[in-house]
């Protein structure tokens, strides 16, 4: 290998950086707030909030009730905007599988409300995944392990969810992180049926998996295997009411979970939504909050690296607070992400929980910094040269490199 290092790599170098790095931790000093934070609306713009369920059951695998009656109920009962059935793949057959998609298309009207058909493939031990936007299935039979599952995913450019990652020790091989999934597998259930955000018990380990390097929005999902909806909602933030405008929005992490059925949150920096990835970010990012519900807010918090809050905001039991803004600021020190954590006083006591509180939960804003990233084009691979990559942290703290070759 050619022994001189690019000049910006010996910056790099110099200036404490790493080689590929991938840094998590925020500093939590913060500015002064602006004076009047943006209102949900205003915020909102153009966007809508549609509220669902993204996992559900059958009597085509271990639910009750056909694929009909369920989309029935779920639109003209409960109200959802939208609705997913997502049977176990290892009880379908292909003529069920194929009776979901025909009822979808029955159900779906654009703009008013949209059936969906998904699967979950259901491993006994390295957990369960349900996938949506493909016109297939596969099960634990065929695809047997986590990686099979994981290239099947992949190669059908599948959408894809972590589900109640509470349920199975060890599951998803401990959230190892995969590249090849880094645009399939998305989402990431927070809250599964009765448990909630709430009570921590599947939420705990969400920042697990994002400090492993998965970019997931959180959702709430029933997981209902009859005709029973709790008070929990995946919240879905798009322009348009249409399957594919859901999942793209799904796609691009542009969605929240909560425990309460029609808390609309927004979550920006400037006019990027929760789910994106901000380069070159700075060394300060504001966040713009708004939240509206019939209850009283109790607090906001934004949380980052390891679950830590960094910032919070505090409304009094006796504090007219169902429409609360916010907009912290923090300073940037290395790469990170930032999501919101919304409590509100379960006033109306809908929550099956009976906590006496409802939380929720958005997808983080990654923040990259400038300088962080740094690429070695020189090099040499051929016969009888060794390869040398120096990597230094002149720092006292550890950090965690990611070196790509």
């Not at 910056?11 to 590929?20: K, Q």
């Not at 047997?144 to 998803?172: C, E, M, S, T």
């Not at 599947?202 to 295997?225: F, K, T």
């Not at 016969?383 to 965690?400: H, I, K």
Request: charged share 20%.
């Amino acid at each position: 290998m050619d022994r001189k290092l690019s000049m910006r790599f010996l910056a790099a170098i110099a200036a404490g950086f790493l080689l590929g790095s991938s840094l998590a931790g925020a500093g939590a000093a913060h500015r002064p707030e602006p004076p009047r934070p943006a209102s949900l609306a205003a915020l909102a713009g153009d966007m809508n909030f549609y509220f669902g369920n993204l996992h559900s059951h059958t009597l085509y695998s271990d639910g009750s009730g056909f694929p009909a009656e369920a989309f029935t109920w779920a639109r003209d009962v409960v109200g959802f905007d939208f609705y997913a059935v997502t049977d176990h793949a290892e009880y379908l057959s292909q003529a069920e599988w194929e009776d979901i998609g025909v009822q979808t298309g029955i159900y779906t009207v654009e703009g008013e409300f949209i059936a969906m058909r998904g699967f979950e493939w259901t491993h006994p031990t390295s957990g369960h995944i349900n996938v949506f936007g493909t016109g297939d299935y596969t099960d634990a039979y065929t695809s047997k392990n986590l990686g099979a599952v994981y290239a099947w995913i992949d190669a059908r450019g599948a959408l894809a969810q972590f589900n109640h990652p509470a349920r199975i020790a060890g599951h998803f091989n401990e959230f190892a992180y995969d590249p090849a999934l880094a645009d399939n597998l998305c989402l990431y259930e927070t809250g599964n049926g009765p448990s909630g955000n709430v009570d921590y018990i599947h939420y705990e380990r969400y920042p697990v998996a994002l400090d492993n390097g998965w970019r997931l929005a959180p959702v709430n999902n029933q997981d209902n295997h009859s005709l029973k909806a709790y008070s929990s909602r995946t919240v879905v933030i798009s322009r348009q009411l249409t399957e594919s405008s859901l999942l793209d929005a799904l796609r691009e992490r542009r969605a929240y979970s909560t425990d309460d059925p029609n808390m609309r949150v927004a979550f920006k920096t400037g006019e990027r939504w929760m789910g994106s990835v901000i380069e070159d970010c700075g060394e300060t990012v504001q966040f713009d909050v708004a939240v509206e519900d019939d209850e009283n807010i109790a607090s906001l918090e934004l949380i980052s690296g390891g679950g830590a809050t960094i910032a919070r905001k505090d409304f009094g039991p006796g504090e007219e607070s169902k429409q609360v803004a916010w907009s912290p600021s923090i300073n940037v020190l290395e790469n990170t992400y930032c999501f919101l954590r919304v409590v509100e006083r379960d006033e109306n006591g809908d929550d099956d929980t009976g906590l006496g509180e409802q939380v929720a939960v958005t997808a983080p804003i990654w923040l990259e910094k400038e300088g962080t990233n740094w690429y070695l084009a020189e090099g040499c691979t051929q016969g009888g040269f060794e390869t040398w990559v120096l990597v230094q942290n002149p720092g006292d703290t550890p950090a965690q490199a990611t070196l790509t070759f």
